[in-house]
């Protein structure tokens, strides 16, 4: 075995690295030796191996450190003469650009910075729009009677979303029911109004807390899994493959699991609600308060105005918890980390999207007189 070994030969500003001996593992010069030995006039770089003997990875790795090095000193590296396996290695530890930090992080430009988050937003507005203009279009499409949606991935949809989420939302929804009604004993006993629970939780979970706490269980069971299941298609090209074959994929993906969410959530709704009251009669019943009080309290204190009110935001909330996941699906880069902020992504901006609509709709409930 011949000790590894290189040369730097300049020639009018173009240097020619000459790679002697065998480059293997243990015996190679580290990359920071092959940095420091590039002249301080050198404006390009060539390999040449017609000397280099027997190799291994630890020879790309090096070169790579080298590469790295020259191209942030606007160096430019020509590995032509590299063996052919030599060159495949390079190309694949370079096929991905490393994680660099921005522009504005780099300088500490605070103005810099705020341009970027401004554009940044604006971009995904952009996107949301676009996104949900296609959707739009598709679900007119559905409505005629176009679109390329089948109604077996639909029921699909449904009974992912819906039967097999019942266990989890009725153990959130009695928790929360049980909750409400321990919050207002502490007032309502003082007062000696223990059978006012009834109308505290009733109202609480008719009005608010069955449709917000199902969707925020929705948000990131099924918003979530939409994204991850989108994002992966996007990954494997299926998502492509349908462009080229002319099928939308806002119709044949997208619109299923937006109309199953939509068509589940007012039923889920329901459900929540009436697992919460049953929970707030569970603690009722600990406050001398009867099963029979409590039913008669809550038919007095609930109308349908206020069950209507509850389904209709557990229907927007579904439209913006099918939105967030499926255009973070869509929207996901080509690896397997993409994929995870994706999903991500997307329980986030739903939750967003639901806090926002829930205060914009007790807004408008206030205004109206609901």
Same mark, same amino acid.
């Given at each position: ?8 030969? =300049? ?10 001996? *065998? ?19 050198? /404006? ?7 000397? %280099?003997?027997?190799? $291994? ?41 490393? &994680?660099?930090?921005?522009? !504005? ?10 341009? $970027?988050? @401004? =554009? ?43 039967? /097999? ?9 009695? %928790?929360?029911?049980?909750?409400? !009604? &321990? ?9 000696? #109004? ?54 939308? #994929? ?12 939509? +068509?589940?959530?007012?039923? %889920?709704?329901?459900?929540? *609600? ?6 707030? !009669? ?5 406050? $001398?308060?009867? %099963? ?20 209709? /935001?557990?229907?927007? +909330?579904?439209?913006?918890? #099918? ?13 397997? =980390? ?10 986030? /901006? ?10 914009? +709709? =007790?807004?408008? &409930? $206030?205004? @109206?007189?609901?």
């Amino acid at each position: 075995m011949t000790h590894a070994d290189f040369q730097f030969k =300049n020639q009018n500003n173009r240097c020619e690295l000459h790679l002697c001996g *065998d480059w293997q593992l243990g015996e190679v010069p580290a990359g920071e030796a092959l940095c420091e030995a590039v002249p301080a006039d050198c /404006k390009a770089i060539a390999l040449v191996t017609e000397q %280099l003997g027997r190799w $291994d990875s630890s020879l790309a790795i090096a070169l790579l450190q080298l590469a790295r090095w020259a191209d942030a000193h606007q160096i430019s590296i020509d590995t032509s003469g590299a063996p052919q396996g030599l060159q495949q290695l390079l190309n694949l530890a370079t096929s991905i650009p490393a &994680y660099k930090t921005s522009e !504005a992080a780099a300088s500490g430009g605070f103005m810099v910075a705020l341009h $970027d988050v @401004v =554009n940044n937003q604006w971009q995904s507005l952009r996107d949301t729009l676009i996104f949900t203009g296609d959707t739009c279009v598709a679900l007119g499409q559905w409505l005629r009677g176009k679109a390329k949606t089948r109604s077996s991935d639909i029921a699909f949809f449904i009974d992912q979303a819906g039967p /097999k989420a019942l266990a989890i939302v009725a153990l959130i929804s009695l %928790l929360v029911g049980m909750i409400l !009604a &321990y919050l207002g004993s502490v007032q309502l006993r003082q007062l000696g #109004a223990q059978v006012y629970v009834a109308d505290l939780v009733a109202l609480g979970m008719v009005r608010e807390m069955g449709a917000l706490m199902t969707a925020v269980i929705m948000a990131g069971r099924t918003g979530a899994a939409y994204a991850a299941q989108l994002g992966t298609m996007h990954v494997n090209d299926e998502i492509d493959a349908l462009r080229v074959m002319g099928i939308s #994929a806002v119709e044949f993906l997208v619109l299923p699991r937006f109309l199953a969410l939509v +068509f589940i959530m007012p039923l %889920l709704c329901i459900y929540s *609600d009436l697992i919460g009251i049953a929970g707030g !009669a569970i603690v009722a019943s600990s406050m $001398d308060v009867s %099963l029979q009080q409590y039913i008669l309290q809550t038919r007095d204190a609930v109308d349908w105005l206020d069950i209507t009110s509850g389904l209709i /935001k557990s229907i927007f +909330f579904g439209v913006l918890i #099918a939105m967030a996941g499926c255009q973070a699906g869509l929207n996901c880069g080509r690896d397997s =980390n993409a994929v995870g902020m994706a999903a991500t992504n997307a329980v986030v /901006k739903a939750i967003v999207y639901l806090v926002v609509a829930d205060a914009a +709709f =007790n807004i408008l &409930y $206030d205004k @109206v007189g609901i």
